[in-house]
């Protein structure tokens, strides 16, 4: 064995029950082609290199290969517009007709892909979808200034000391990536930092957005609608950090694991890589929802162990200008609005010490001299939050005593020299996370934030300082990686049951050690970096389109790895943001589910910009799946976010509980979805070869994590939200049948007896525009306007088109219409239009709609209600609202056509509501007539 190479093994899970098979062995031909993802089982591999002394290991090469995305389906339909109907809020829906050509039993393919989902390699790096030879988007500042945040796996060059992007560099390359000439890639070399034209980070997603005409930036290409996907990377960053390379074609690409010449002096072991293909149009949410969940739980990520985190954050009003006195009124500001906004959390950021590093060097004449900081944890405590404070544990200032006393604790680089950090507005030094000493001072340090200074929240910045580039440390046979690895294990170990935050975290080795994750770059009180910073910087520059860009891009990994922590929504009228830019930020917040955080002087917030956190509140603890987020076209930036609704109690039960309970119902999932037995067996194997041990398989169609419930009586629907990221009005066009042909198909038995009220039951239709015969209710959510879509207008992929503002969202609300019963149709109270209600009941001559009473809420609620069939009219209908007389106003008449010619179904109306937070009845309403 002494004489042995490296030794590759293999983990390949159990395959699952053939596509064309149910798990009775019948078969289901072409039905089941969408959902031959279980055909697909990832590729599990890993090396091990055994001890060698006399080698240095830049990288391993786990896989290379050219990439062929090729499919023939049956030759789609063309589709020949007709005309367009708008309404009377801006929203239209495109009438199409199918016409087949001549040739439409040819078959064509298509077999370029076109986008790349590039995975950056910290919190502040970009991340998203790049369309096929589009330049990947990097930091417009120089090396110098930036090339640390950003630098992740590494792969030298043959016969290079240094790697192509030039990071211990000045270097300032304008065009592409660096060094990288536009030729056709030799499938016989390697990828590597000069060659390559596109780098991702621990993985990568390539993937065919399935058209096949020129783009249309007004049409929003949706992932579903796609071709194949590839799915490639590393279930954890432990012991290397890894990078997928690609050539500017996206046809050719090479993974590797980094090591950076550390030298064998014991085996080298990768970790563990995967690699699968996603068969085109089966994901109903994204094409890495599996690799995801394997990387979650390879790491025992236990996201949902800890509540989510609803707060304030010093930082963007005061940066680092804080006193004891302007924590002190903000928390007591905060304390005022707990019935508006329940804030639980109120962070201590950046400014209270004099350095980096001498973390208990207070600002004299700032603070307490004597118990400053367990001063203002417990008065913190004391007003119903918990308590938290910033903390870069593995930095210090330049300045610091720290710095002074222990120069041998900071990194230092290949030259000798103290390693490059990457500006932050000051450069400052990082310490050493191999050195056990510095680990001692980490762990005494977060251990006095939590136990003497009393703090339970910590948000801890900066992490990648520990990691830094350079042979200047105290252990050079460890990677970067397995540095990081050690300081997030002794952060962890010391913060005990702490609510960590993490910031400035490689993103790979942060899975299983925090509890929420920051996502994104700062965000800013400015769209883009403002001057004197470049504004073309899609880099780490504060701003709030990085923030949100990274948000969305990101969202898949909420609630799966952590908490994912958007940054803070800023509502202060000093900043130079729009109201419909702060209403994106809201929404996106919104309908990613992930931590919400304020960060303004509150006593200077006004009621307006106050109001859109209120109707974002409380969370929902749901992530949205972005539509579009492997095809879009805008610079990383998806458009269109999905939730789901529904009232049905047996939603996430299995099928055993819900048929135990109800008895057979309709199936809620494609027949081929394992069974149980077949899953656990695919888990016991991946638990045996690679740690990999997800007990319970989640299923991706079965909508827990994208879907929440709400009252009985209130139906199934979708939460759609559109937002236009250009920098000019735009009529944005998104699939009408996509938004609403899943809610109805998947929830058939959701409602059993509501079902029965409609002219065609939603398990009877055979496709999508004919769910329901009379039509939709379509509630947009912040501008409070109601559209009705009559069923004759649609046919299958019939667009809705909105006109949007430069950077402005809507949230819609698409519901099928029960046109004989009562239904409850949204609210501006709360962005999900479902969530604040306690209760909805009717029957033939009333109904009876009760609000929660949790916080202080006013505004309308919009009600659909029928035409009597005995000809009573609802004019003199009577209204009351918490006990008094009220009255309601019509908003819409919904009309259909039938073989009499035009007929009202019913009325729309809104009232006005009001709840007090104080838990009693309130936000009663009662209809009669």
Request: hydrophobic share 35%.
């Amino acid at each position: 064995m002494k004489n042995c190479g490296p030794v590759l093994t293999f983990a390949v899970p159990h395959q699952l029950p053939s596509a064309s098979e149910d798990s009775c062995g019948n078969k289901n031909g072409d039905k089941q082609k969408a959902h031959a993802i279980h055909e697909c089982p990832p590729l599990l591999w890993k090396v091990d290199h055994p001890p060698n002394p006399r080698v240095a290991v830049d990288a391993m090469n786990l896989m290379e290969g050219a990439l062929n995305l090729r499919q023939h389906p049956d030759m789609r339909a063309v589709k020949q517009p007709i005309q367009k109907e708008a309404n009377e809020d801006g929203i239209e829906v495109e009438m199409e007709q199918q016409a087949k050509d001549d040739t439409s039993s040819a078959s064509f393919d298509y077999d370029t892909p076109t986008n790349v989902y590039i995975n950056g390699y910290q919190s502040w790096s970009f991340s998203g979808s790049v369309v096929q030879g589009e330049p990947q988007p990097k930091s417009a500042m120089p090396n110098v200034l930036s090339a640390a945040f950003n630098r992740g796996a590494v792969v030298l060059s043959r016969g290079s000391a240094g790697g192509g992007l030039g990071y211990e560099t000045d270097d300032w390359e304008e065009d592409g990536r660096a060094g990288y000439q536009d030729m056709h890639h030799d499938d016989e070399d390697e990828l590597n930092e000069t060659t390559a034209f596109y780098k991702s980070d621990m993985f990568a997603c390539i993937s065919s957005n399935g058209s096949t005409s020129q783009y249309d930036e007004d049409i929003v290409l949706l992932d579903e609608e796609g071709g194949p996907a590839l799915i490639v990377g590393f279930l954890s960053q432990r012991h290397q950090f890894g990078a997928v390379l690609l050539d500017k074609d996206l046809g050719h690409f090479n993974l590797y694991a980094c090591h950076e010449g550390v030298v064998a002096k014991a085996s080298l072991t990768s970790d563990w890589a995967y690699c699968q293909i996603v068969d085109a149009s089966c994901y109903d949410e994204e094409a890495m929802v599996y690799y995801v969940h394997a990387a979650g739980d390879h790491n025992d990520a236990r996201p949902m162990e800890k509540g989510l985190t609803c707060g304030w954050c010093s930082w963007y009003h005061y940066y680092s200008d804080i006193d004891h006195d302007s924590l002190s009124k903000n928390a007591h500001i905060l304390e005022q609005k707990q019935k508006t906004i329940g804030f639980n959390v109120c962070l201590i950021d950046d400014g209270y010490m004099t350095a980096w590093g001498d973390w208990t060097s207070l600002k004299p004449g700032k603070f307490l001299k004597e118990g400053g900081m367990r001063v203002l944890a417990d008065a913190i405590r004391s007003k119903g939050m918990k308590p938290g404070v910033w903390l870069a544990p593995f930095a210090c200032d330049k300045s610091s005593q720290l710095a002074k006393d222990h120069p041998d604790w900071i990194i230092k680089n290949d030259s000798g020299r103290y390693a490059n950090s990457a500006n932050c507005g000051k450069f400052f030094y990082g310490l050493d996370a191999t050195n056990p000493a510095v680990r001692k001072h980490v762990y005494n340090t977060i251990l006095r934030a939590v136990e003497e200074w009393g703090f339970e929240v910590l948000k801890l910045d900066f992490l990648y300082a520990s990691c830094l580039a350079g042979n200047g440390k105290y252990d050079n046979t460890m990677s970067r990686a397995e540095a990081m690895y050690l300081g997030l294990r002794t952060i962890r170990a010391a913060a005990k049951d702490a609510f960590i935050i993490g910031c400035g975290c490689p993103i790979g080795s942060a899975i299983g050690f925090v509890d929420g994750m920051r996502v994104s770059c700062d965000t800013g009180p400015t769209w883009v970096p403002e001057f004197p910073l470049p504004h073309w910087d899609n880099g780490t520059l504060p701003a709030l389109r990085g923030m949100l860009r990274n948000t969305i891009s990101r969202a898949p990994l909420g609630h799966r790895w952590w908490h994912n922590d958007p940054d803070c929504i800023l509502l202060g009228e000093s900043t130079k943001l729009t109201d419909n830019e702060v209403v994106s930020a809201a929404s996106v917040v919104a309908m990613t589910g992930g931590m919400f955080l304020l960060s303004d002087d509150m006593q200077k917030v006004s009621d307006a910009r106050l109001n859109v956190a209120k109707r974002i509140f409380p969370l929902t603890g749901v992530t949205a799946v972005p539509l579009d987020l492997h095809s879009t076209m805008n610079m990383g930036m998806p458009s269109v976010l999905r939730l789901w609704c529904t009232e049905n109690a047996l939603f996430g039960k299995d099928a055993a509980e819900k048929e135990k309970i109800n008895g057979p119902v309709a199936s809620e999932s494609p027949k081929n979805i394992p069974s149980g037995r077949v899953l656990q067996e695919q888990a016991s194997k991946l638990e045996c070869e690679v740690g990999y041990s997800p007990g319970i398989i989640v299923d991706p169609y079965s909508r827990e994590r994208s879907c929440f419930l709400v009252a009985p009586g209130l139906g199934t629907w979708t939460i759609v939200s559109l937002s236009n990221w250009m920098e000019h009005k735009a009529k944005l066009s998104v699939s009408f049948s996509t938004l609403v042909q899943h809610s109805l198909q998947d929830f058939a038995a959701a409602s059993l007896d509501d079902a029965a009220n409609l002219t065609v039951s939603a398990t009877e239709s055979s496709s999508p525009g004919e769910q329901s015969e009379s039509g939709f209710h379509v509630f947009s959510f912040w501008s409070s306007t109601y559209t009705w879509i009559p069923h004759q207008t649609l046919v299958d992929k019939s667009p809705l088109i909105k006109q949007l503002l430069p950077h402005e969202t809507e949230i819609f609300h698409i519901k099928p219409a029960y046109p004989k019963r009562p239904q409850y149709i949204g609210s501006d109270l709360h962005f999900s239009c479902g969530f604040e209600v306690q209760s909805f009941e009717w029957d033939s001559s009333h109904i009876k709609l009760c609000l929660k009473n949790e916080y202080d809420k006013s505004g309308y609620v919009f009600l659909y209600l029928p035409d009597s069939a005995d000809g009573h009219t609802l004019d003199k209908a009577q209204v009351i609202v918490d006990g008094k007389e009220s009255k309601m106003e019509i908003v819409a008449k919904p009309l259909i056509e039938d073989g009499n010619g035009e007929r009202h179904l019913g009325r729309v109306v809104k009232i006005r509501v009001t709840t007090n937070g104080s838990g009693e009845a309130a936000g009663m309403v009662w209809i009669t007539w």
